[in-house]
Nanobody, 125 residues
């Protein structure tokens, strides 16, 4: 089992930056692909970013490309999401997810096994 705990959310203003963290316990993340997803009120959960188990490749939703950066620190068993130039439409609960390494469908939430409880990010205009 992998337990994931997100942190770093809060209330910020448009244009601000925030870094989310996802700390894992139970197992080392070195063999796990990691993803960030988000869910806004009244909307379905959507893909934000993913990083492969090796850290060699990253993937982003078009809506966050060039603004968000996903990274991982294997030594700390933690994954990060650096969010810059935040917009009101980025307001959502952000979830961290993990799955044993694969080589496809990084944006498919159904392919992830473990989920955190989420952290709220609210961007005011």
């Amino acid at each position: 089992q992998v337990q994931l705990v997100e942190s770093g959310g809060g209330l910020v203003q448009a244009g601000d930056s925030v870094r989310l963290s996802c700390a894992a316990s139970g197992r080392t993340l070195s063999n796990y692909d990691m993803g960030w997803f988000r869910q806004a009120p009244g909307k379905e959960r959507e893909f934000v970013a993913a990083i492969t188990w090796s850290g060699g490749s990253t993937y982003y939703a078009d809506s966050v490309k060039d603004r968000f950066t996903i990274s991982r620190d294997t030594a700390k068993n933690t994954v990060y999401l650096q969010m810059n130039s935040l917009k009101p439409e980025d307001t959502a609960v952000y979830y961290c997810a993990a799955r044993f390494r694969r080589s496809y469908a990084y944006s498919d939430l159904n392919k992830y096994t473990y989920w955190g409880q989420g952290t709220q990010v609210t961007v005011s205009s």
